[in-house]
Each structure stands twice: as structure tokens, then as C-alpha cells.
């Protein structure tokens, strides 16, 4: 899931001369991302980053074919609803011909623009993989139907994109790319270094891990992060308790967008 998307993208090149400006207002802010994770329901975020599907991808106990009605479901999300999600944010950013050209500003709304084009760019590349580690697999994707959890995330996303601020959107991409990320690193981290060579799930669960645990990937999820960090939010306001409520949100749809055992025999 959900470019829950998982691309990853090269590490974000600093705008030229204003390396220090983001620098400095990072630093005079609240860390926000710190304060979400330090009121997070820790028994909520682990049923979403360890959920069963995990555990069993973890293991080498995935079934093949929930694997592949996961994929199916992850593909839509990652081909449909998440460039919808970003060409809005984009269009929410607060480009203003007022703004010096080396404001904090100006220099704050570039630096949005560019996590922002990545993610659009290497969503297209996501999901390409997707197709791509289907067919090397043999996962059929074509055979499932659109869960109801994958409508419910790719509602909220178009929701969020449409009514919600610009401040909302970022925090909602930033958690469901954190989360992905958490997840993606418990199976990494429990998976044994030999694999079962005729155990097809295990094989495309180590392409999965790997694609969404490495360097570039843990270096977009951090340019998120402090992004997040550089938001105007003052904790207590009205948009403080919305951008809390969005990153409770995403913990719940990203417990529910993991199949459960069995879905794929109801098929």
C-alpha cells in the first residue's frame, strides 16, 4: 500500500542557498513529528506497523495468495488514489509573488514542491514495480475485488486532498509514509538470511522489504518529517487537534489496509 505508496526516491538535494534559512526554522519549531509519535496509542501503532499480515510475511509463512490479494489492493492505491492525493497538495501549496525570493516562505514552499514532485514521480515507478514483481512471481492481481478497507483509505486520502489544509495533507502523507516504513522494517528485520528457494512469497517478501526499507526510502519518509517539523502549528489550536486527528486516523487505515487470513478464500 498504500506509495501506504512505497517509493523511494533519491535523497532531496537542499535548494540552492537556502540550506541554512530551512535549517534555522526547522530548529526555532516544535518538533511536531515528535509530539504526534510521544501521544501516539503505542498498542494502535504496533497493530498497524506488526499487524498478522506482517508477522507472517516476517516469518515466511505468508500465504501466496493473500500476498498476491494484498499487491492487487496496494497497486490501487499506489496507481489511483495517492497521485490524486499529491497533484492536490500541490496545488494547495501558497505560492505567493510577495513572497522575497529568499524568504523563509518562498524558501519553505519550494522545499514542499520538491518532496512533492518525487512522491509523484516515483509513485509512477511504484507502481510499475508492483506489475513488474507480479509477473517475475506469478501473483495474479487481476482476480480481487477492491476491499472495502482499500475504498475507505483511497476515500479519506480524496477527502483529505479536497477539504482538508495543506498542513493536514502533508501530516497524512508523512504517517502513512512513516508507518510504511516501521512496518516494512519489522518484516526486514525478522526475516532470516536463507529463504525456502521454492517459497514464491518469501522471495517477493524480500524484494517488498527491501524496496521499502532502503537508504533512499528511510531518506524520503526523513524529508517528510522535517517538513512536518517546519509547519506553522501551534499545539492546542483548532489545526493542531485536526493534524492529530488525520495522524490517528492513518494509524487505523493502515491497520485495516493489511488483509486478514483467510480474505483470500472469499474470493
Known sequence: MHCKHRHSPQKLAPIQGRKNLFVGLIKRKKRISSLLLSVTDISKYNSATQHPFLEAARAGSLDERLLSLWLSQDRIYAAHAYPRFIGSLIAKIPFASHHAIDSEAEALNQRILSVLSYSLQNVVREARFFLDTARKYGLDLGCWKERAATKAYCAEMAHVASWASLEEG?????????????????????????????DVASHAVREFASNWTNEKFVNFVDDLRSIVDCLNLEVG??????????????IELETDFWPESGEENQV
Open 237 to 250: 489550536s483548532e489545526l493542531w487537534k485536526r493534524v492529530q486527528t488525520v495522524w490517528d486516523r492513518v
Open 170 to 198: 502533508l501530516v497524512f502523507l508523512w504517517a502513512m509514509e512513516k508507518l510504511y516504513l516501521d512496518s516494512w522494517a519489522f518484516v526486514s528485520n525478522g526475516l532470516s538470511k536463507q529463504g525456502d528457494s521454492r
